[in-house]
């Protein structure tokens, strides 16, 4: 493609002005144009002959230029259209970047940025309701191939409705465009190289109704009131006043004046008046009076009617005065609700002009492509899409939509799809916040207590050089239970690496005071709860899921295995599987002892504050279960990979470092069989345990 040609073969000059200012001279040409209106249907003999449009779109133009709330709403409306910008969306990135290029090289041959063209379309469909894109075709200023002979695209210009006219079958199938210059010249294209948008067009008709055709009349009548209220001004400005001479029983009569000359008493007020000064006043005596004719409060109030046409206006025009900068005593809900209304009315233009690319543009564009495969495949189309400029209704979208994916309701696809977006790429899952940052917290804490408890482990001081002092000690932590003397590890040492305040443990706070406040503020709604309980849930499977797989994954590295770790799946999921196991039984406990603090209090009356108070404690109890779920599943997790490593290599057995002070680690072999390996016969052996997987034996 030779590019660098494309402006002199597309736009050699003339071309381009003709089709970016024919609108303009024509408005300028013919100012004030009465509307004509064709009826809905044409009787057949016309259909073998150009028509213009059915609505005076020139007298349009005029009106803008004049009338500012026209004007506003225009533009308001073409500035929310276009606020939050527009995108290509689709499937296969090939597709998508192969668009934007050809777009790229639209813009270069046309002269016309992308961006320029499509706010054209908005106004001219806001305003008149219609609006054309010309195709430009040149093989050589084109990035596409012909089809069937057929030039490709090689540019667009936009053309204004005022100075088309459309030429029809007797089937009434579009057969020609045809576009009157400002200088009487006429120009046909064909219907495969032209793209109309319109809105709003009645059966039979060539052309959309403009939103402005229903409104003229209330304009005509607002401006009409308004000068005559103008008229009213003037006249009450500045009001008449009426000097009255004389009264019944002593009226007018003749004045001698200082030259002996007499004169009527009426002519020499007159004569005063007419000689005082600007600055002057009159002093009069009891038979004279003087009267102020103004209004007098008798004058027809025609705010009301002013206001009331001025509402059609704002109305037919599809905004408000909130819209327009006239608040008034609207709060912000009900300018809010006011404001909507535009925005819905904007979001209708925008699905007309997605409607139109996505249909007219975008598929022959893909179809001048050289790909080996169907464009038009669901799996390679490309869709135009503008971005949501409702931002609040988004943001409550938003969290609608991932209260519903926390809540099992719906997939994180559906979500995505829902509030605008992609369905998520396997390479996106590595940069998600999840993976980027909350796994590798996780990891790096647990890596360091593992590490920890295997060196406290394989370097812990025997019981019999301990003092007498450790050893008082020793025996007064060392409960007995129904194994008899349990002798787990000493609360001093376990505090050096023991997990405190873990995920789960954060999420049992973070419920409980969920519930706590649905209780203490709202009906108590069993449903509801059971929701939380779902969603927390949820979030720590999916947490704890990444977390053990982490640990497994560490524990098979520490092994110097040399396999690859994706030929161990099932030994990673069963371990997994048991720690889900612990996460169901901790939740569905968590449950029960809430529902049965509430279905007892409720049942005597408690109040509110006792019921919460309640279910606090009863949960206090169970949170330290929470860390003991994550410490054991955790080592066992890094066990079992350590030990699944060895047995890859070769080794029969693996040394075992266990407690020797507590009763129950002693009571198992220090060293694990490997060619009969099980999860089961893998440390740790009890909640809190430090056993943990050492060398490799090979025989």
């Known amino acids: 493609m030779k590019i660098q040609q494309a402006k002199k073969i597309i736009v050699p000059g003339e071309r381009q002005s003709d089709l970016r200012s024919a609108t ?11 509307v004509t209106v064709r009826k809905s249907t044409y009787d057949y003999g016309l259909r073998s002959q150009f028509s213009p449009p059915e609505y005076n779109l020139m007298e349009i133009g005029t009106i803008e230029d ?5 004007r506003q709403s225009f533009q308001k409306k073409t500035a929310l259209m276009f606020k939050e910008g527009e995108k290509l969306t689709g499937k296969d990135k090939r597709t998508i970047d192969y668009l934007k290029k050809r777009i790229r090289q639209i813009e270069y041959a046309s002269g016309i940025p992308w961006r320029t063209l499509l706010r054209e379309t908005g106004y001219a469909l806001v305003s008149r309701s219609n609006y054309f894109w010309v195709k430009a075709r040149n093989q050589d200023a084109s990035g596409g191939r ?46 495969r190289d032209v793209v109309h948008f319109y809105a709003y067009k009645k059966p039979g008709f060539n052309f959309g109704t403009p939103q402005l055709v229903p409104v003229k009349e209330d304009i005509k009548i607002l401006r009409r009131i308004e000068e005559n209220i103008e008229l009213l001004i003037y006249q009450t400005l500045f009001p008449i006043f009426q000097y009255k001479v004389g009264t019944e029983s002593r009226p007018a009569t003749d004045i001698r004046l200082a030259d002996g000359t007499t004169m009527s008493e009426v002519d020499y007020v007159r004569n005063q008046i007419e000689t005082m000064p600007t600055e002057g006043g009159i002093v009069i005596p009891e038979r004279h009076d003087l009267k102020f004719i103004g209004a007098e409060g008798k004058a027809l109030k025609a705010r009301e009617y002013l206001d009331y046409f001025k509402q059609r206006v704002l109305s037919g025009l599809g905004i408000s005065g909130v819209d327009i900068g006239e608040g008034g005593t609207a709060n912000r809900a009900t300018s809010d609700t006011m404001s909507k209304s535009m925005v819905d009315s904007v979001k209708d233009y925008q699905d007309i002009i997605e409607e139109v690319i996505n249909s007219q543009v975008i598929p022959e564009l893909l179809i001048e492509s050289t790909f080996n495969f169907d464009v038009i495949d669901p799996m390679h189309s490309v869709s135009f899409k503008f971005k949501e400029i409702d931002i609040e209704e988004q943001m409550k979208k938003n969290t609608n939509m991932q209260v519903l994916y926390n809540g099992n309701v719906i997939d994180i696809n559906e979500a995505r799809d829902e509030v605008g977006l992609e369905p998520i790429a396997a390479a996106q899952e590595s940069q998600m916040f999840v993976e980027r940052v909350k796994i590798k917290e996780i990891n790096a804490q647990l890596g360091g207590q593992l590490m920890l408890a295997e060196y406290n482990a394989q370097n812990k001081t025997p019981a019999s050089s301990a003092s007498p002092a450790t050893k008082q000690a020793a025996n007064q932590n060392q409960p007995t239970n129904q194994h008899g003397t349990k002798t787990g590890p000493q609360k001093s040492r376990l505090d050096a690496y023991a997990i405190r305040d873990s995920k789960l443990a954060m999420t049992t706070v973070d419920l409980r005071r969920d519930i706590t406040n649905h209780v203490n503020n709202q009906i ?4 509801w709860i059971n929701t939380l309980i779902g969603i927390a849930k949820k979030d720590s499977t999916s947490k704890y899921t990444a977390s053990i797989t982490n640990s497994f994954k560490k524990g098979f590295r520490d092994s110097k295995a040399t396999e690859s770790i994706d030929n161990f799946t099932y030994e990673a999921e069963e371990v997994m599987s048991v720690a889900q196991g612990f996460i169901d039984k901790y939740f569905k406990n968590f449950g029960g002892r809430v529902h049965n603090v509430i279905d007892k209090m409720v049942e005597t009356g408690e109040p509110r504050k006792s019921i919460s108070n309640a279910i606090t404690e009863s949960i206090d109890k169970i949170k330290s279960r929470a860390d003991s779920i994550e410490r054991t599943e955790s080592i066992r997790a890094y066990n079992y990979g350590k030990a699944v490593g060895l047995k890859s290599l070769g080794y029969q057995s693996a040394q075992l470092v266990l407690n020797q002070d507590c009763e129950i680690c002693k009571e198992h072999p220090v060293t694990l069989r490997l060619d009969v390996l099980s999860l089961d016969d893998v440390p740790p052996y009890h909640p809190n345990s430090l056993g943990t997987v050492g060398e490799g034996i090979k025989a």
């Open 146 to 191: 012909s089809i069937g002979g057929v030039p490709p695209v090689a540019a667009y210009f936009g053309m204004g409705g005022e100075n088309v006219e459309i030429k029809k079958d007797k089937t009434g199938k579009v057969i020609k465009y045809r576009q009157v210059m400002a200088d009487g010249r006429k120009r046909e294209f064909l219907p």
């Open 24 to 34: 303009l001279a024509v408005v300028e040409r013919s100012p004030g144009k009465k």
């Open 524 to 527: 108590i709604d069993r449903h």
């Open 66 to 70: 004049v009338e500012s709330y026209v």
